[in-house]
């Protein structure tokens, strides 16, 4: 998966368990500092701060926006912050985590395909003549 893409849906996982109060304490525990951690990567970021909020109630409306402000700092990149996605994905969804969904690694790819069921056409070009 996308390091991004991990990061949000992880975010929205956690804000969705929280609402529906079935979230545990360790749930809410890594849901909180997944969260925390995300908004030390957008301090001065007026936009991505208030993407990070929004988010929270409404995350198909702050999808986009969120996940464009944390490909601008870099936060795929953060190694706490995947870890902390990856620890909260675990809670909520061991059997997904075991099965490596959550796992990420886009090292030499080309058409990244995110998610289950999805569909995806991609035309590449011809690699550069050496």
């Known amino acids: 998966m996308e390091p991004v893409s991990l990061i949000v849906m992880s975010l929205a996982a956690g804000a969705a ?28 970021r007026a936009s991505g701060e208030t993407a990070l909020e929004q988010h929270e ?5 702050w999808r986009s926006v969120l996940e464009a402000e944390l490909v601008d700092v870099e936060a795929g990149q953060n190694q706490s912050v995947l870890r ?8 909520l969804d061991s059997e997904g985590s075991a099965t490596g969904n959550y796992q990420v690694n886009v090292r030499d790819s ?3 395909q995110i998610g289950d069921h999805g569909i995806q056409t991609n035309t590449f070009g011809l690699p550069p003549q050496t």
């Open 17 to 44: 368990a929280g609402a529906q109060g079935t979230a545990s304490a360790a749930v809410k525990d890594a849901y909180t500092g997944l969260k925390s951690l995300v908004k030390r990567c957008l301090v001065g």
């Open 57 to 61: 109630s409404r995350p198909e409306a």
């Open 84 to 91: 902390a996605a990856q620890a909260l994905m675990e809670l």
């Open 110 to 112: 080309q058409g990244v």
